[in-house]
Nanobody, 114 residues
Framework: QVQLVESGGGLVQPGGSLRLSCAAS????????MGWYRQAPGKERELVAR???????NYADSVSGRFTISRDNAKNTVYLQMNRLKPEDTAVYYC????????WGKGTLVTVSS
């Protein structure tokens, strides 16, 4: 089966930047959409960003203009560049990939704090 592994989370100051990566491995023929959700205590799960197979992107209003999603199809990897981070961006970030069905990573924690 397919496994997704996130990396790049950590502690960052408000206004700082982080780059998340999510690499898919296993039995992969092709990947359609990939993206990122996040979940923080006291908040509902939020779709942060998605990128289609053709490169089209969508962003949550809360991150639009600050986050950029991209993908490297040769590496089966999706990235999330996060700039001008705010404390309210603190959450566990989960990547997903649609490969005939949905696959999920285990999450990486992003903490934005002074």
């Amino acid at each position: 089966q397919v496994q997704l592994v996130e990396s790049g989370g950590g502690l960052v100051q408000p206004g700082g930047s982080l780059r998340l990566s999510c690499a898919a491995s296993g039995s992969i023929f092709s990947i359609n959409a990939m993206g990122w959700y996040r979940q923080a205590p006291g908040k509902e799960r939020e779709l942060v960003a998605r990128i289609g197979s053709g490169g089209s992107t969508n962003y949550a209003d809360s991150v639009s203009g600050r986050f950029t999603i991209s993908r490297d199809n040769a590496k089966n990897t999706v990235y999330l560049q996060m700039n001008r981070l705010k404390p309210e961006d603190t959450a566990v970030y989960y990547c997903y990939a649609y490969i005939r069905r949905m696959y999920w990573g285990k999450g990486t924690l992003v903490t934005v704090s002074s």
